[in-house]
C-alpha cells in the first residue's frame, strides 16, 4: 500500500526567484537521509559536511535531536519529476503540489537529489513525518560552480528541512528571499560554512528541545497503518471525499478526506457541507485535535457522537494518517441557514414526523 501519494509542499527553498521558505514542523523522529547523485559526484562530501555541520550545532545549542545515517544511492537523478517539483513549489507559494511517486518510492525520510539539470534549488514538503525531499542543481550551472557556494547551499536546504525559514542577515546561513541575499554570497576561496543567527540556535531548541525523543521507527508506521484503518472503517470517506460513496469507495488515496465537494447534505438543520479534514488537521496540534474530537459537536449527518467513543490511540492514529497525507485541496463550502436554497447537487432529507 503506498501513503501519502499527494501531498503539499509549504513552500520552500532558496535563492534566486524562490518562494520564500516557510518554517516547516519539526521533526518527530529521526530523520534517516538518502542522497540520489551520480557516482563521482563532487557534492557528496558537501553532504556529509552539512550533516555534521547541523549535528554540531544542534549538540552545541543543548538539543538532542539529529539527523540520521546518510545512505548514498547511485543512480539516475529523476531530473523531470524534480525540476517540475521544483517548480510547482515556486508556483504554490505555500499551496498544494503534487510530489510524484517517484519520491514516495525512495528510501529514507528525507532524500537529497545532486541533480544534472539546472532548476531552483528547493526543499520541501514540511509537515509531520512525510517525506522531505531536497533538490540541488546541477553543480555546472552558476552560481553552484562558485567556490564555497555549493557547500552552503546544501546546507541551508538541509535548515528548511529542519525548520527553518529565511532571515534578513547576508553573513549568515539562512539568508533568502524576500531579503536580496543570492546564493552567490556565499562564495569564498576559504571553505567555509555560513553560521546561524543567535536567535535561530535559540529556535533550534525550542523546536528540538533537550527532551526531544525520536518516535519508534517500528511504531510510526504502525499507527499510521492503524489511523487508515479508522477511517477506511469509520466511513470518514463516505462523506468527506467527493464521489467515494457514488463510487463505491473507488477514489484514489490521494484524494481522500478533501470535502464533499459541491454536494451538500440538506434538511430542517439547513445545509451542510462535509469538511476537508487534511486542512482541518493540518491546522491542529495532535493533542487539540483530541481533545476536539472527544467533544466538538456538528450538524447532521455527521455522527459526532460515535467520534466520542474513539479511543484517545485511535484518534492519535488518526491524526497522525491524515497528517502525512498533507493538507491539500481547498475548504468546504460553508454551511446554509434552511431558508438559503443550495445549489445542486445535494441530498434532500425528510423532515422530521409530527
Ligand atoms: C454521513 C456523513 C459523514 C460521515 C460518515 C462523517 N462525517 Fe464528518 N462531517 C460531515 C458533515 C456534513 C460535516 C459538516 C457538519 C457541519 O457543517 O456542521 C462534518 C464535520 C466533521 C467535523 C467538524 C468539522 C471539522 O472538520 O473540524 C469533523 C472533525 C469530522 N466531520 C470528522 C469526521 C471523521 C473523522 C469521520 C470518520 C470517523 C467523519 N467525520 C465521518 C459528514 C460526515
Not at 60 to 71: M, Q
Not at 161 to 169: E, K, L, M
Not at 315 to 338: D, E, K
Amino acid at each position: 500500500m503506498k501513503l501519502a501519494i499527494g501531498c503539499t509542499l509549504i513552500a520552500a527553498g532558496l535563492v534566486v526567484g524562490s518562494a520564500q521558505a516557510q518554517s516547516g514542523e519539526s521533526w518527530h523522529r529521526t530523520p534517516m537521509i538518502t542522497v540520489i547523485s551520480s557516482d563521482s559526484d563532487s557534492r557528496l562530501g558537501l553532504v556529509d559536511e552539512a550533516v555534521s555541520f547541523w549535528n554540531k550545532t544542534l549538540e552545541e545549542a543543548g538539543s538532542a535531536f539529529r539527523l540520521g545515517a546518510v545512505t548514498r544511492l547511485v543512480q539516475p537523478a529523476p531530473e523531470e519529476a524534480l525540476t517540475s517539483l521544483g517548480e510547482s513549489v515556486l508556483a504554490a507559494r505555500g499551496g498544494s503540489v503534487y510530489v510524484p511517486q517517484v519520491f514516495h518510492d525512495m528510501p529514507g525520510d528525507l532524500i537529497i537529489v545532486l541533480a544534472d539539470s539546472d532548476f531552483i534549488s528547493f526543499a520541501g514538503p514540511f509537515f509531520g513525518n512525510s517525506k522531505r525531499v531536497i533538490g540541488i542543481k546541477g553543480i555546472r550551472h552558476p552560481p553552484l560552480t562558485l567556490p564555497n557556494v555549493a557547500r552552503n547551499v546544501i546546507a541551508h536546504e538541509l535548515g528548511h528541512a529542519i525548520g527553518f525559514r529565511h532571515n534578513n542577515d547576508p553573513t549568515k546561513l539562512m539568508c533568502g528571499r524576500p531579503w536580496s541575499c543570492r546564493p552567490d554570497l556565499f562564495r569564498s576561496d576559504e571553505p567555509r560554512m555560513f553560521p546561524l543567527t543567535d536567535d535561530e540556535k535559540r529556535q533550534l531548541v525550542r523546536m528540538y528541545p533537550a527532551g526531544w525523543k525520536s518516535d519508534s521507527p517500528a511504531a510510526q508506521p504502525m499507527q499510521i497503518e492503524r489511523g487508515r484503518y479508522m477511517v477506511l472503517t469509520g466511513h470518514c470517506n463516505n462523506c468527506h471525499t467527493a464521489g467515494y460513496a457514488q463510487k463505491e469507495g473507488d477514489v484514489s488515496e490521494a484524494a481522500w478526506l478533501l470535502g464533499s465537494g459541491p454536494q451538500g447534505w440538506r434538511g430542517p438543520w439547513g445545509t451542510t457541507y462535509a469538511s476537508n479534514l487534511r486542512i482541518n488537521a493540518h491546522a491542529m496540534t495532535e493533542d487539540g485535535w483530541v481533545s476536539y474530537m472527544k467533544t466538538f459537536k456538528a450538524r447532521p449527518p455527521m455522527p459526532w457522537w460515535s467520534i466520542r467513543e474513539t479511543s484517545e490511540a485511535d484518534l492519535r492514529a488518526m491524526y497522525r494518517y491524515i497528517r502525512q497525507l498533507g493538507p491539500a485541496g481547498a475548504p468546504a463550502q460553508p454551511f446554509l441557514p434552511p431558508e438559503k436554497e443550495p445549489k445542486p447537487p445535494y441530498i434532500q432529507y425528510p423532515m422530521p414526523g409530527k
